[in-house]
């Protein structure tokens, strides 16, 4: 579908009486939407976390589902890249806003209200693919795959392409350098070099998202495609179709505390753990594992835990937290057939360890746990709330997180197709878990971006 680009005149951030929302959020309307976990005693870390909205961004008819986020100016400031798909998952307009002021930077296609829903990933990514310093948008437009100049919109690249599910920055080491790009495909994953010529192309079965993980050491990722472990020339490692239905997301990490990497998969069904040679450690008690991460949940341990979102047919949204050895250790009542899971590092400066962030539950706003499902914050985003039968309850909204402001915290965006809220913690995190870092973290989070999170 021909895309045309046009600059439309500049739009302001329409700053919303932001922290009021929250105050009454957190005090009235959202009293009868609180998971029962949320019933717990609240963290300890709560008197670390002090979330304030820094920005309140109106989409107006741009808006979309699918964001992207990438340095699109050569600067370290990021911008958002808001993408609009028909009924048939073609793309019909992109538009770039700077952050945090929302400006329009530039925009292809023409914005639509009734383009802002899509049931599953987009194959579209931000990355700096021709090297010149600014991140350029990469996307399938139905019959080619396309590299957007992410300075002004413009084509830079393309080449005609079999349709992917979705994209992913593969940061492979064979071309000196640049990564490649791996089309994902239902049935096939094919490997692109920096010129967007195919190097290699396998057939293999359907999942979400893939994921590069260095399973010998070596310093060049492999590949887990679905359940198929490639090399990086396409070579399989190992098939472990008898797992489930598909891969939904995966995550690594070195989970027995013992130098050696582990391997986690939400199945659709019970979630696993392997090792990178592909044995099955154990498995998890999950009617449909749609999320799983592994972190430093608990800091009375060397060992990680794996959290996982559990899509239950009669209670969805439970979520479960088990120890290296497959125990659990908790679960929660149920956030909603349609609830998400991530794990984010650096909401608190220097902590040692890690929280959970549950977003588009139908009950609650996006929330964070701490590792023993306690409190530590709750996120209103009153774009997303409606009142049913005398209930708040909330619409579909996505959430990301990455170090935006490059103080060594991360930064929570919460958006929907009508508005993009920023979340900081303004508490200094002094004391006992010490003080912002001078360094910036890095942004993996924004190179590979999708709806099924594990690693992401």
């Not at 023409?110 to 700096?128: A, E, L, M, S, Y």
């Not at 309850?393 to 958006?415: M, P, T, V, W």
Request: net charge negative; hydrophobic share 35%.
């Amino acid at each position: 579908m021909a895309l045309h680009f046009r600059h439309p005149p500049t739009r302001v951030l329409l700053y919303l009486c932001a922290c009021v929302f929250v105050a009454l959020a957190q005090t009235t309307e959202l009293s009868n939407a609180t998971p029962k976990t949320a019933k717990r005693k609240p963290s300890s870390l709560q008197a670390y976390s002090a979330a304030q909205v820094v920005a309140a961004i109106s989409l107006q008819d741009f808006g979309s589902h699918v964001v992207r986020y990438g340095q699109l100016s050569g600067t370290d400031s990021v911008s958002a890249v808001f993408v609009q798909v028909n009924k048939d998952r073609e793309v019909t307009c992109i538009t770039a806003i700077s952050l945090p002021d929302g400006k329009v930077l530039w925009q292809r296609g023409q914005p639509h209200k009734r383009n802002f829903r899509t049931t599953g990933d987009i194959p579209v990514q931000v990355h700096d693919w021709n090297g010149d310093g600014f991140d350029d948008v990469i996307y399938y437009d139905s019959r080619d795959i396309v590299v957007l100049s992410g300075s002004d919109g413009a084509v830079i690249g393309s080449v005609p392409s079999e349709e992917p599910y979705s994209l992913y920055i593969y940061p492979t080491n064979q071309f000196g350098g640049p990564p490649g790009l791996i089309l994902h495909g239902r049935s096939f994953n094919a490997l692109l070099a920096p010129d967007l010529s195919v190097v290699w192309r396998v057939t293999n079965g359907f999942s979400h998202f893939p994921m590069s993980v260095d399973v010998d050491y070596d310093g060049e990722p492999e590949l887990l495609a679905g359940y198929v472990l490639l090399t990086s020339r396409g070579q399989t490692i190992w098939n472990k179709r008898q797992l489930g239905i598909h891969n939904d997301a995966a995550s690594y990490g070195d989970v027995t505390c013992d130098g050696a990497i582990e391997i986690a998969i939400a199945t659709s069904g019970k979630g696993a753990l392997l090792s990178t040679a592909g044995d099955v450690l154990w498995r998890g008690d999950e009617n449909h594992a749609q999320h799983i991460t592994i972190g430093s949940f608990s800091a009375n341990t060397c060992e990680r835990q794996i959290a996982t979102m559990d899509r239950d047919k009669e209670i969805s949204g439970i979520l479960r937290m088990y120890d290296a050895r497959g125990r659990i250790l908790w679960k929660s009542s149920g956030h909603g057939n349609r609830a998400m899971l991530s794990r984010i590092d650096n909401w608190i400066a220097d902590t040692p360890t890690s929280l959970l962030l549950v977003s588009r539950s139908f009950s609650a706003p996006p929330t964070l746990y701490d590792g023993s499902g306690k409190l530590v914050a709750r996120l209103p985003f009153p774009p997303a709330l409606r009142h049913e039968n005398g209930e708040a309850k909330y619409s579909f909204h996505f959430a990301q997180h990455f170090d935006l402001n490059k103080d060594g915290q991360e930064e929570i965006l919460i958006s929907n197709e009508d508005a993009l809220w920023i979340y900081t913690n303004t508490n200094p995190s002094i004391g006992m878990l010490g003080g912002k870092t001078s360094q910036s973290l890095p942004n993996p989070r924004i190179c590979n971006s999708t709806f099924y999170t594990g690693m992401q």
